[in-house]
């Protein structure tokens, strides 16, 4: 941390713990790792700087990925059926996965205009 090449070495440590863990790196977008689970099931990791997001078809998958992780780094984890992810709220359901930057938008309207914005 602190150094200019930082950023690239630290993608760099990340990208080797994923691939040695099986995962691909997508050749079209270098963010997106894949692993094909079998039985046409597939687990995605999306990394950004140091914030990964997975999608995964059961939790028993991300819970093996985080003992593996545990290994190499200190973890905070945030699971449940509301995310925050790069300013971006992840709302799951049984029927849908919603996407939005309500909170975001709402607190810059607040930084520009004040908090009496309604």
């Known amino acids: 941390q602190g150094t200019k090449p930082a950023s690239k070495i630290w993608y760099d440590i990340l990208t080797k713990v994923l691939r040695d863990y099986g995962f691909q790196m997508c050749t079209v977008d270098h963010a997106l790792f894949v692993k094909y ?20 078809p059961h939790a028993s998958y991300f819970h093996e990925l985080m003992r593996y992780f545990n290994k190499y780094f200190n973890l905070s984890i945030q699971e449940g059926s509301v995310l925050s992810y790069l300013n971006m709220r992840i709302i799951q359901t049984e029927h849908i996965i919603s996407l939005d930057q309500a909170e975001y938008i709402f607190d ?4 520009y205009f004040g908090p009496d914005i309604t």
């Open 108 to 111: 810059m309207l607040v930084s």
């Open 37 to 56: 689970l079998g039985d046409n099931k597939w687990f995605y990791c999306l990394i950004s700087t140091d914030d990964v997001l997975c999608s995964y």
